[in-house]
């Protein structure tokens, strides 16, 4: 093979070749005894061995993972890891891939641990958290309650892994060549090593500090010498990066397929077929450094697959509509991810190239030119049947290559990469919003993807036998001295007291599912708008069931508190979309509170074009209401009150209230929507009442694809200038929960976003200086926790809280279970403090966290976030869907989005 020279030459090579290595946990002194007889090589042997640490010393408690109860987990610090040298970068196979991109070089260096103790040393300055007058960050309040996650102690036989640092002269640009060149001395460095093209990873010790050996490049003969550098000894729980590419070997040695960052078994796929659809089965994984130590998460988890392919869902709509083709299906189509079969690999779609085909050429990697017919037909032997598709278009940012022309110290850029696949080999993945919409269809994936606890505990401990019963498996963690724990971890959690909900007349307390749906709709609400001047826009054919909506309203509206006049009716001929917008042009005037358009079929442009008529040009509340979702008389009643409830908050109404004691607080949402095509858009939320029960709404757009809103500071000084106008008083604390951003984004997030809100303080005098607090909101997570029974698990009851063992050994932050489901698995919520000088403690956090659960106006119980959040949510997702513009300013005190 090209670039893998025979080597073998030299005399430094020849003493490697003959010395004995020494393995981590070996002692010096056997070590010593085995190179009794070489003098020089013990020398240096021992050298290299003197500077083995493992970065924690056994006297000292402060830096010792520990595991099992909050009482022991807090007695060590939570403290940010020092940066390993190069396991970002390392490959996830042994061997790199032809035509792989060289990852970003990365300069070793020897780094020692150190540690904080996570409830007193979090406002050091190598703390990843900012907090002001740090408060304890582990909670006490709350009911001791049994728990067990889905996390699995990762053990090591070692004391860590050995990094070393491999140099080619001449220099070696090709990162394949680089692999064949290291592989040819495995008699030196062994079978066992994990190399991403600059640094290496060695289970092994070099008996040199500095080996150097030699290979031929085959392309022109010339010697290259290799300098294998050791440059520090990574301890075992700062290796959760290398973990993780040897776990995806680990994963591959199961025969799992690796689609996106899931691992799943093709081989037994559960048939959907009276739907056309079939589920993977699999499992998600990943290693992290925990409070309670090492630990691999592993949860079960399903791949949606579609077995017809995205041509044949082509040429279906074409036959059901040809008018307006290639629009409806790019719409359908773009921003979905699909699967081709033949390498199992995921892709986003964004565009469609119509004037493209099968036929069409491209270059290859060696510059040949040829049609993708013979590409697929050579290198797949699949043939192509269909040579007039169109092509998909998944465009990709890649590491380039470094170039000649580049500077040395260069750092790699981004280039985008155009992928062109075949509609016939791809696979839709997922759900249409149509499937979505279908109750048979939902029921019957439920029946399989819907997880108990119980389930999940058999699938993790058949997981783990899979992994000790398969000898390839088993042997790859034996290599690294790794093997897991045979059942999940063990912990003790918190319930918090249940909340108390006000209404006007009324206090009560939530029930054990944190449901209140049945006080809500018998008791008078906070604040009730009337109805004395309104709208219904329907079509004639839907008369009757507009009149019995009208009549159901004025039943239950007086319980609420709301007296209703009898509406301006609008019959309209047809439902076409110009003749739902003339007649609500007419019939806006300065009077009218609400404008309710009853639509006799779902269509998403018709609703588009109304919300951005009310939202926009002619503002005023408007209420989008299905005929199929009042035309069932039996669930008439229940509709309306729903319906009647959002109508007085669109309209500036205040449904009910938890207790909050902290006075002058402000609450902020974020989140932020994003399309393929339009700009990015950032919803920002924030109470402007003691009560925090009404909100004052911004939006922000963002240039396509950023996560980080860079409006967030025009956004909150136009909310603190709200709040002085309600209450004649500026917040004395703001708590911002910000939703949307993925752990690579947290430390953005920390310096930029909370930078930006704290500079707009001095707008209103230099005397004023709120205490703030930034919390990170993931929904998405693939932790469960589970309620331990004598015989069985269950699903942990809301309000539970784990704030220790499986959170982030660098990071204040807390799992809290909010919500109660009746079927499958609940997912927790994950929060991360990171920024923090409100001077709240830990309970206080997470009991303020727990309230605002119960604050959402659109759900008479507790949701997965804070409301504040979803409120964000909501209108960002309503902008960028349907506006694309900025709601006109008169709504933004009420939350006419819901």
């Known amino acids: ?98 035509g792989a991109v060289s990852p970003a070089r990365v300069s070793p260096t020897i780094a020692s641990s150190s540690s904080s103790s996570r409830s007193s040393s979090s406002g050091s300055s190598s703390s990843k958290v900012t907090l002001s007058n740090p408060a304890p960050l582990l909670g006490k309040s709350g009911t001791p309650i049994p728990l067990c996650a889905n996390y699995i102690a990762l053990n090591a036989a070692t004391n860590g892994v050995y990094q070393y640092c491999v140099k080619f002269n001449p220099e070696i640009d090709n990162r394949n060549m680089r692999y064949g060149m290291l592989n040819e001395h495995k008699n030196i460095i062994g079978d066992t090593k994990a190399f991403d093209g600059s640094t290496l990873f060695l289970p092994i010790d070099l008996p040199q500090k500095t080996t150097t050996v030699e290979s031929k490049r085959q392309t022109d003969g010339v010697m290259v010498t290799l300098s294998i550098t050791q440059t520090r000894v990574v301890p075992h729980d700062e290796c959760h990066q290398l973990y993780n590419v040897i776990f995806r070997r680990v994963m591959g040695a199961l025969n799992l397929k690796q689609v996106g960052r899931s691992h799943f078994n093709p081989n037994t796929p559960i048939m959907v077929p009276q739907h056309k659809l079939e589920i993977w089965p699999g499992y998600v994984t990943s290693i992290k450094n925990y409070d309670g ?65 099968p036929t069409s050429t491209f270059k290859d990697a060696n510059g040949e030119e040829m049609t993708f017919v013979d590409y697929y037909q050579k290198h797949y032997d699949i043939k192509i049947a269909d040579k007039e598709q169109p092509l998909l278009i998944s465009r990709v940012k890649r590491l380039r290559s470094r170039r000649a022309t580049d500077a040395p110290t260069a750092a790699p850029l981004d280039e985008e990469v155009k992928i062109c696949l075949i509609p016939e080999l791809s696979s839709m993945t997922g759900l249409s919003d149509q499937a979505r919409e279908d109750f048979r269809v939902m029921k019957d994936l439920a029946q399989h993807t819907r997880v108990t606890p119980n389930q999940r505990q058999i699938a993790m401990k058949k997981f783990v036998d899979n992994i000790n019963a398969t000898p390839e498996a088993k042997h790859e963690l034996d290599r690294w001295g790794l093997s897991l724990d045979p059942s999940m971890i063990r912990l003790e959690g918190r319930v918090l007291q249940r909340e108390k909900i006000v209404t006007h007349h009324k206090t009560f307390q939530v029930n054990q599912e944190a449901d209140f749906s049945r006080e809500v709709t018998r008791e008078r609400c906070i604040t009730a708008v009337n109805l004395d001047c309104w709208a219904v826009v329907c079509t004639r054919r839907d008369q009757q069931k507009a009149h019995d909506f009208v009549t159901m309203m004025k039943q239950v509206c007086p319980s609420f508190g709301m007296e209703i006049n009898d509406p301006i009716c609008v019959l309209l001929d047809n439902d076409r979309t110009d003749n739902y917008l003339r007649s609500i042009r007419d019939s806006v005037q300065s009077e009218l509170q609400m404008v309710v358009a009853i639509f006799p079929t779902k269509r998403d442009d018709r609703y588009n074009a109304v919300k951005k008529l009310c ?284």
């Open 293 to 357: 130590g090492l630990m691999l998460m592993c949860d079960v988890s399903h791949r949606l697959l579609r077995t017809d392919s995205v041509l044949s869902c082509m040429v279906d709509m074409y036959n059901a509509s040809s008018r307006n083709f290639q629009e409806n299906f790019a719409k359908q189509i773009v921003g979905t991810v699909v699967l081709t079969r033949y390498n199992n690999r995921t892709h986003r779609v964004d565009d469609i190239a119509w004037d493209m085909n």
């Open 1 to 98: 093979m090209a670039g893998r020279g025979r080597g073998g030459r030299g005399a430094q090579l020849l003493q490697a070749l003959d010395t004995p290595v020494r393995r981590p946990g070996q002692s010096k002194e056997s070590f010593q005894a085995q190179l009794s007889s070489r003098e020089s090589a013990s020398s240096g042997a021992s050298s290299a061995g003197a500077g083995v640490t493992t970065g924690a010393s056994s006297a000292d408690p402060d830096v010792t993972p520990t595991r099992g109860s909050p009482s022991s987990v807090s007695s060590h610090g939570k403290s940010p890891s020092p940066p390993t040298a190069g396991l970002a970068s390392l490959s996830m196979k042994r061997e790199s891939p032809p």
């Open 615 to 898: 939202c926009v040009e002619a503002p005023v509340p408007s209420q989008c209401i299905n005929t199929r979702t009042i035309g069932d008389q039996r669930k008439l009643r229940s509709v309306t009150q729903k319906i009647a409830l959002q109508m007085n908050c669109k309209m500036g109404g205040e449904l009910w209230a938890v207790e909050v004691p902290v006075k002058n607080l402000m609450i902020v949402g974020i989140d932020s929507y994003h399309d393929v095509k339009n700009r990015s858009v950032g919803g920002f939320v924030a109470s402007t009442n003691q009560a925090i029960t009404r909100w004052y709404s911004r939006v922000c757009f963002q240039e396509r694809g950023q996560e980080l809103i860079d409006g967030l500071r025009v956004c909150l000084m136009d909310a603190i200038k709200q709040y002085h106008n309600v209450n004649h008083a500026y917040p004395d604390r703001i708590v911002v929960f910000r939703d949307g951003v993925g752990d690579g984004q947290m430390s953005t997030v920390r310096d930029y976003e909370v930078k930006q809100l704290v500079e707009c303080f001095k707008h209103f005098g230099d005397n004023y200086n709120p205490r703030m607090a930034m919390i990170i909101v993931q929904k998405r997570i693939s932790t469960r926790i589970f309620l331990r029974s004598r015989d069985h698990l269950d699903n942990p009851p809301p309000g539970t809280v784990v704030d220790h063992s499986i959170t982030r050994k660098d990071s204040y932050d807390f799992f809290l279970v909010s919500q109660h489901v009746r079927q499958g698995t609940v997912t927790p919520t994950h929060y991360t403090v990171v920024h923090d000088s409100t001077g709240f403690s830990a309970d206080h956090m997470q009991r303020l966290t727990y309230k605002m659960t119960h604050c959402y106006y659109n759900w008479p119980g507790t949701i997965r976030a804070p409301a504040p959040c979803q409120y964000a949510h909501k209108l960002a997702f309503l902008v960028g869907q349907s506006l694309q513009r900025e709601p006109d300013r008169k709504l933004s005190d009420r939350l006419f989005f819901l």
